[in-house]
């Protein structure tokens, strides 16, 4: 089992509806979830940190569930702005630090 | 913008021969992360400097090798090029603590490549 997936996509959805994302993990002694977007060429950047008890930034809400090992993205009223790839981010802390990324989700939000 | 800044930004570079890349780190931050993006795939971890020592390393060779100087600031050095080293190479900072580690910033990344 890889060390964290998604699915790749592309997820193809019309302007206004909700999509929703999941990774998962394999290291249970993972200890910091995190959502990136990226747009094409450009640098990850920071879309929300995932909280045990979840979180929610206005249109985006993350959950983690540690019992299943995974963590997942909630984009309510998607706009056209919010095509990029998302990419989640795991923290496994052990004899040394190791950050994880998935390869990353593509979202296509359609007019 | 994060103010985490890399030099170059582009790069060419011909096998065998050694890069040096460059990142400095967003004010306040003193862990540096250092990830290789290739086409169409995520960041892969090679490793991070917490207060000038290597915390934590990716599946690379030794020829990565890097260094973090006392304001944070940090290079990335890759040795004895090959050609699927072409890649994007991005930094990241970010707080560190004795709980692990917390939201990373991103620069602008290098693109190298290898002729």
């Known amino acids: 089992r890889k060390e964290v997936e998604q699915d790749p996509g592309p997820f193809n959805v019309p302007e206004g509806a909700t999509v929703a994302f999941n990774c998962t993990y394999s290291?249970?002694?993972?200890?910091?979830f995190f959502w990136y977007r990226q747009d094409c060429r450009k640098e990850p950047k920071l879309l929300m940190s995932?909280?045990?008890s979840g979180n929610e930034d206005g249109r985006f809400t993350a959950q983690l569930n540690r019992a299943s090992q995974y963590i997942s993205l909630l984009i309510r009223d998607s706009k056209l702005s919010d095509s990029a790839t998302y990419l989640c981010?795991?923290?496994?802390?052990?004899?040394?630090?190791?950050?994880?990324f998935g390869k990353g989700t593509r979202l296509h939000i359609l007019p | 913008e994060t103010g985490v800044t890399q030099s170059p930004t582009h790069l060419i570079k011909t096998r065998g021969q050694q890069v040096t890349l460059r990142c400095s780190s967003q004010?306040?931050?003193?862990?540096v992360s250092w990830y290789q993006q290739a086409l169409g795939q995520g960041p892969q971890f090679i490793f991070q400097y917490y207060r000038e020592e290597e915390n934590g390393r990716g599946n690379f060779p030794p020829r990565f090798s890097g260094l973090q100087f006392p304001n944070y600031s940090s290079e990335l050095n890759v040795n004895a090029l090959e050609l699927d080293d072409s890649a994007l190479y991005l930094c990241a900072s970010s707080s560190s603590g004795p709980t692990g580690i917390y939201e990373q910033y991103f620069g602008p990344g290098t693109r190298l490549t290898v002729t």
């Open positions: 004010s306040g931050h003193n862990t």
């Open positions: 981010v795991v923290n496994a802390r052990g004899r040394d630090d190791k950050i994880i």
């Open positions: 995932v909280y045990s």
């Open positions: 290291n249970s002694a993972s200890q910091s």
